[in-house]
């Protein structure tokens, strides 16, 4: 299986371990890029993402969290999408 490759581009004015929390922690994540996760990410955890707005929510695998001097790399893998029922 070939290896996916994501790019984003963006500027965030923070400090990379503020963004790295604000990613792996569900307490905070909502208030950014998705509604909510399912747990703390961490490596070998399969973590569940729901984008409320979209109805939807997808699972990813979380492939190597690694510390490289002040900023994190995060290895993720997705492993399925769903369209949630509208309520």
Request: with cysteine; proline share 3%.
């Amino acid at each position: 299986m070939g290896k996916e490759v994501v790019t984003t581009k963006f500027k965030i004015f923070k400090p990379s371990s503020d963004v790295f929390e604000v990613i792996v922690n569900p307490e905070k994540i909502g208030n950014y890029w998705f509604s909510s996760s399912s747990e703390r990410w961490g490596q070998d955890k399969t973590i569940t993402l729901k984008y409320d707005e979209y109805a939807a929510e997808v699972m990813i695998t979380v492939l190597e969290i690694e510390k490289i001097g002040k900023s994190h790399f995060l290895g993720v893998r997705k492993m399925k999408k769903r369209w949630l029922p509208s309520c």
